[in-house]
């Protein structure tokens, strides 16, 4: 029987697991442009966390994983928004 050791990094990620997404900084989140970067780095988010609840609970790190995983969802939202007043200014002119 084998067993997994789970290593926290420095900056509170948990490296040891699979699929683990890279630990995003709010600001870089802002910045990024490319609606369909944001949604695959999202999905990965939400499988991350679907799959790691518990494990993510017991490090106490999910607070973390969700607050990245709600920005990503909000960038999109917001790239979506500008995307159709882009559209809705055009038909005006």
Do not use: W
Not at 62 to 90: C, F, G, M, T, V
């Amino acid at each position: 029987m084998s067993t997994n050791t789970i290593v926290m990094s420095s900056n509170g990620s948990i490296n040891s697991l699979q699929d683990c997404p890279p630990l995003l900084e709010i600001d870089k989140i802002r910045q990024m442009n490319n609606r369909q970067k944001l949604k695959e780095l999202e999905h990965q988010y939400d499988q991350f966390i679907e799959k790691y609840t518990r494990i993510l609970l017991l490090y106490n790190v999910i607070d973390k994983y969700l607050h990245i995983r709600d920005e990503l969802i909000i960038r999109i939202a917001e790239l979506d928004r500008i995307r159709r007043l882009k559209i809705y200014a055009s038909r005006l002119e």
